[in-house]
């Protein structure tokens, strides 16, 4: 079973930010103890004690709120970030990364998080169904998410795409509604936090710093990025790396 982790970066109700992103990773089963303790090991350097007690959350740690991350230098943040993301690069390559980035005013009368939610849910069903095609592997998947007050919603929009289908198919390999947990007790979901983060960056600030780091390991098949998905209706000739992706292909 694959496993995929999503937490979301901006907000769907705040004018100054134009964008709303919904990110994270697709893991194995078996792959999930070894990417927790590579983060783990991390964590350890800021509380040796009890390292349970430091969460990655990276709009924190770029910005220096909270301990640990107020006592380190801007350039020690910058740096911790990029430790995490390569992190995830060098993880097994059954660990893919996948990020939807919504333009909010390109889409007035749809609720950005349930656009992105569909877009993520079919792009991990089409993962699921990649494999199958490739080598008849049956894999299913799961969906978890931080704890938000989206849950109640997007629990109802997973019921609603595994039986009447998104917009382009009926959902096949994702058997169970969406799962939510506590950031603070998932590394994983906080992965997924630092994934949305370094997209959001890139497209709400043009800094493509992170973005560049983890471009790699997005979903992808034959030089096309399926993990990456820029829905906006402003820019025909956007250039970012999901829009540049679709053109060539």
Same mark, same amino acid.
């Given at each position: 079973?694959?496993?995929?982790?999503?937490?979301?970066?901006?907000?769907?109700?705040?004018?100054?930010?134009?964008?709303?992103?919904?990110?994270?990773?697709?893991?194995?089963?078996?792959?999930?103890?070894?990417?927790?303790?590579?983060?783990?090991a991390v964590a350890k350097r800021f509380n040796p004690q009890n390292p349970d007690d430091v969460?990655?959350?990276?709009?924190?740690?770029? !910005?220096?709120?909270?301990? =640990?991350?107020?006592?380190?230098?801007?350039?020690?943040?910058?740096?911790?970030?990029?430790?995490?993301?390569?992190?995830?690069?060098? #993880?097994?390559?059954?660990?893919?990364?996948?990020?939807?980035?919504?333009?909010? !005013?390109?889409?007035?009368?749809?609720?950005?998080?349930?656009?992105?939610?569909?877009?993520?849910?079919?792009?991990?069903?089409?993962?699921?169904?990649?494999?199958?095609?490739?080598?008849?592997? =049956?894999?299913?998947?799961?969906?978890?998410?931080?704890? #938000?007050?989206?849950?109640?919603?997007?629990?109802?929009?997973?019921?609603?795409?595994?039986?009447?289908?998104?917009?382009?198919?009926?959902?096949?390999?994702i058997p169970e509604v969406p799962l939510f947990v506590d950031s603070k007790a998932s590394r994983?979901?906080?992965? !997924?936090?630092?994934?949305?983060?370094?997209?959001?960056?890139?497209?709400?600030?043009?800094?493509?710093?992170?973005?560049?780091?983890?471009?790699?390991?997005?979903?992808?098949?034959?030089?096309?990025?399926?993990?990456?998905?820029?829905?906006?209706?402003?820019?025909?000739?956007?250039?970012?790396? !999901?829009?540049?992706?679709?053109?060539?292909?």
């Amino acid at each position: 079973m694959y496993l995929l982790y999503l937490d979301d970066a901006g907000s769907v109700h705040n004018t100054a930010e134009n964008h709303l992103v919904l990110g994270g990773i697709s893991v194995f089963e078996r792959q999930l103890a070894w990417l927790s303790n590579d983060l783990e090991a991390v964590a350890k350097r800021f509380n040796p004690q009890n390292p349970d007690d430091v969460e990655f959350h990276a709009s924190a740690i770029w !910005a220096g709120r909270d301990s =640990p991350w107020k006592e380190l230098t801007k350039g020690q943040r910058r740096e911790l970030l990029k430790e995490l993301l390569q992190l995830l690069v060098r #993880s097994h390559q059954s660990t893919k990364v996948f990020a939807c980035v919504i333009h909010k !005013a390109s889409f007035p009368a749809t609720d950005p998080m349930e656009l992105a939610f569909e877009e993520l849910c079919s792009r991990f069903d089409m993962q699921m169904k990649r494999f199958y095609a490739a080598d008849q592997n =049956p894999q299913r998947g799961l969906i978890i998410l931080d704890e #938000s007050s989206h849950e109640t919603t997007l629990q109802n929009l997973a019921r609603r795409f595994r039986s009447l289908g998104t917009r382009w198919e009926v959902l096949v390999n994702i058997p169970e509604v969406p799962l939510f947990v506590d950031s603070k007790a998932s590394r994983m979901v906080q992965l !997924a936090d630092l994934v949305a983060y370094t997209v959001f960056r890139r497209y709400e600030a043009g800094d493509t710093s992170l973005l560049d780091i983890l471009l790699p390991r997005f979903d992808s098949e034959g030089g096309k990025i399926h993990g990456l998905v820029h829905k906006q209706t402003n820019d025909r000739q956007c250039m970012c790396p !999901a829009c540049m992706s679709r053109r060539i292909s």
